[in-house]
């Protein structure tokens, strides 16, 4: 069965602090990737995403996530983290040509230190 | 602005009590999907809708149920709810062809509906 894993369920950092949150996937073709973020009392919303191209993709407010097809990961980073980071972070993964199913993770929960 | 309008945002029933939650669109999306989230697990997918074609995950309970009467709504059915099925409800759209410059495949969630079961 397709899955998504997400290493790290909670993470707690200084402002400032580098950051890389995990995310691998169980399917051997073709994929698009996903990272959603749940700010609080707020709605999930996309961050950033990858179809095809440079693996190294960048999104909103300073966030970057690299595809590596052998490692089946996409993990999220950003250089230095911000007290407004803190939020639920989801990973997601559709296959692509078939249908139009979106699995997540189970999300890692940030919490920035200000 | 265009979005996905869940209602009610809190819902509290009985046990055994149906509910029925409602999600809109005004994006016209071709695909809608109903994930169940619970504290610190993933969303869930329960089922989704590209247009009419109704696709229902293997492992989803019978009690729960969904209709698309036209492509603005969706809705869940939850027949018998049990203690259980106390969780966050998602409603989600989305465009595998990106027309509606949102990106293709691009997941737009409602807030949510808060399903309290006593």
């Known amino acids: 069965a397709q899955s998504v894993s997400q290493h790290n369920h909670h993470v707690i950092l200084s402002e400032a602090a580098s950051l890389e949150l995990g995310c691998n996937y169980s399917y051997g073709g073709t994929v698009n990737l996903f990272w959603y973020v749940q700010y609080p009392g707020q709605h999930l919303q996309l961050l950033l995403k990858y179809f095809s191209g440079d693996p190294l993709v960048k999104g909103i407010k300073g966030f970057e996530a690299e595809f590596i097809k052998s490692k089946f990961s996409f993990n999220l980073r950003k250089p230095s983290v911000q007290w407004s980071d803190t939020a639920e972070y989801f990973c997601?993964?559709?296959?692509?040509?078939?249908?139009?199913?979106?699995?997540f993770g189970k999300g890692t929960r940030l919490h920035i230190l200000p | 602005d265009a979005m996905v309008i869940q209602n009610p945002r809190y819902q509290v029933t009985q046990f055994g009590k149906p509910v029925t939650l409602s999600c809109s669109q005004t994006?016209?999306?071709?695909?809608m999907y109903w994930y169940q989230q619970k504290s610190s697990q993933a969303p869930k997918l329960l089922f989704h809708?590209?247009?009419?074609?109704?696709?229902n995950e293997a492992d989803t309970p019978d009690n729960f149920q969904s209709r698309r009467p036209n492509t603005s709504f969706c809705f869940l059915d939850i027949r018998s709810p049990g203690l259980g099925d106390a969780a966050m409800y998602l409603c989600?759209?989305?465009?595998?062809?990106?027309?509606?410059?949102?990106?293709?495949?691009?997941?737009?969630f409602g807030a949510g509906s808060r399903l309290t079961v006593l």
């Open positions: 997601a993964v559709k296959h692509k040509g078939r249908d139009d199913k979106i699995i």
């Open positions: 809708y590209y247009d009419k074609d109704f696709n």
């Open positions: 989600a759209t989305s465009d595998p062809f990106g027309r509606s410059g949102s990106g293709a495949n691009v997941l737009t």
């Open positions: 994006l016209n999306h071709n695909v």
